[in-house]
């Protein structure tokens, strides 16, 4: 044994006593180790250093059973530890390769462990832990160039586990001011980046997964407790952030398989939230926003190629928002704003078809879209209404469906197209107990229904091609029903009154009808 190691070991075991421990072991060239134990009982300090030109800097104040083991093994690597005002403190750094850095504080803490493994060159792993108690933090490097940076304040139980393979991996991960926090990430593949705070909360849990290339994630939980966030991508280049403020039990999850996804949440001041995205495929694009409201879920489900999604709720309770797109380039939006128990269901299947659905203000509504085909749009809009209804369901190619439901009760309207470049519109306002129903068969069909008032009944059926149906009704207890098959037909129908019932139906070519009814309890039938 060299005369310096001698050196160390009778400076060490002269200053320390009531059985404080040193070993140290040294081969190669250019190694220093410098551990240093005060004001204990029981510490132990085991150091072994194989290479050349590898570092060891430690101390330990205020311990009772303090434990640390440092092992180097390769060339230039560093490892500083310090633990201080601590009570069975474990501090653990394996190092193998060349030009490792390891860095481990723990301070006025009780029982707190931090381990740290690299293997490969150039790696690099921080860990902070301040006045806390029981905090548990691992690090496990394996490749070259990863960097990863634990930082735990203030709190107690805290446990942060990061786990990296590959190369130019960096993951930060900072809990603060709370307890019973826990992390797990993990990171595979090559240029992967997570940045992980929690702050000012309890029983927070988050894990992440990467496996790929150039994938980043970001996750941000404050003020909160309970809430749980869960992220996996695999690929590249996909990105995600999640940001859950000052709420309670929230929930949110992002599963990304492909390439250049893009997944977006923001929660805030809000109680028991949920936000769950799935997309598996190429450059999708969600972004959801749960305002200041309790109890909101949304779910969203993107595959296939380039589609894109955007939800917000904001300053409701008990909304419900689900979305599933499979197909290419669609795109879906959806509003749900100062509203309670309000639910939006949206599916999409095809090419580039487009949805908007906006409940604004109102109260127990309900929106349902479903497409399939291409370039199909439904545009759906829900103010200060309450109990109102809305469903369209549309197949084909370039078929447009409009609904307006505006200050109502209890008002319904459906609205089916099955074919190429039909439209279709339903327009409620100020009534209640108000339905529409429209179906279109076919090719460049038009049909469109106005309600104002309460209890009227609008039904459209049209078959063929160019037909054209309007129905107009103001008053109460209305019926009209127009039914048309065949090409170029034209039928129209105003109720101005109460009571009134109206009848078309025409098949065949260019035929026209029109029955206008001002008054109360009057009756018409057209059949051709």
Not at 52 to 64: K, M
Not at 109 to 134: H, W
Not at 437 to 456: F, H, R, S
Request: hydrophobic fraction near 40%.
């Amino acid at each position: 044994m060299s005369a310096a190691v001698v050196g160390l070991l009778f400076a060490a075991s002269s200053a320390f006593a009531q059985s404080n421990t040193v070993a140290i072991v040294q081969a190669g060239a250019g190694n220093v180790a410098e551990p240093i134990q005060s004001g204990g009982f029981g510490n132990t300090a085991s150091l072994q250093q194989e290479g050349n030109v590898n570092q060891v800097y430690t101390l330990q104040e205020g311990g009772l059973s303090n434990g640390l083991e440092v092992e180097q093994a390769g060339a230039s690597n560093l490892a500083h530890i310090d633990q201080a005002g601590g009570k069975m403190n474990v501090a653990l750094i394996g190092q193998s390769g060349e030009g490792n850095e390891a860095d481990i504080e723990q301070l006025a803490a009780f029982g707190n462990q931090a381990v740290i493994g690299q293997e490969g060159d150039r790696n690099n792993a921080s860990i902070y832990q301040n006045e806390g108690i029981g905090n548990v933090a691992t690090v496990g490097q394996a490749g070259d160039d990863n960097l990863a940076d634990v930082d735990q304040l203030n709190g107690m139980a805290h446990v942060a586990d990061i786990l990296q393979g590959g190369s130019m991996n960096e993951a930060y991960v900072t809990q603060s001011a709370g307890f019973d926090n826990s992390t797990n990430l993990v990171q595979a593949g090559v240029l992967n980046y997570a940045d992980i705070d929690q702050l000012n909360g309890g029983n927070n849990r988050i894990r992440v997964e990467q496996e790929g290339e150039g994938n980043e994630a970001y996750i941000l939980q404050d003020g909160s407790r309970g809430n749980r966030a869960a992220m996996g991508q695999r690929g590249a280049n996909n990105w995600a952030v999640i940001d859950q403020v000052n709420g309670q039990n929230n929930a949110a999850s992002v599963a990304q398989e492909g390439s250049e996804n893009i997944a977006d949440m923001f929660q805030d001041f809000g109680a028991g939230n949920t936000a769950s995205v799935i997309q598996n495929g190429d450059m999708h694009e969600a972004y959801v926003d749960q305002g200041r409201g309790a109890n909101n879920r949304t779910s969203l489900v993107q595959a296939g190629q380039r589609q894109f999604a955007d939800i917000d709720q904001l300053n409701g309770a008990d909304n419900v928002i689900e979305v599933a797109q499979a197909g290419n380039g669609n795109e879906a939006y959806i509003l749900q704003d100062g509203s309670r128990n309000n639910m939006a269901d949206l599916e999409q299947e095809g090419v580039h078809n487009w949805a908007v659905i906006d409940q604004v203000s109102g109260e127990h509504n309900h929106a349902h879209v479903a497409q399939a085909g291409q370039m199909n749009k439904a545009d759906i809009f829900q103010n200060f209404g309450e109990h109102n209804m809305v469903d369209v369901a549309q197949a084909g190619y370039s078929n447009e469906a409009i609904v307006d439901q505006l200050y109502g009760e209890h008002n319904e309207a459906s609205i089916t197209q099955t074919g190429n470049y039909n439209f279709a519109a339903a327009y409620q306002e100020r009534g209640m107990d108000n339905n529409i129903d429209i179906a279109q068969e076919g090719l460049g069909n038009v049909a469109g229904a106005v309600q104002l008032g309460m209890d009227n009944e609008a039904r459209i059926t049209q078959q063929g091609q160019l037909n054209v149906a309007g129905i107009g009704q103001a008053g109460a207890c209305n019926e009209a029903s127009i039914s048309q098959s065949g090409a170029l037909n034209l039928a129209v129908i105003g109720q101005l009154g109460n009571s009134n019932q109206a009848q078309i139906s025409q098949s065949g070519t260019g035929k026209g009808a029109a029955i206008i009814q001002l008054g109360s309890g009057n009756s018409a039938t057209i059949m051709q």
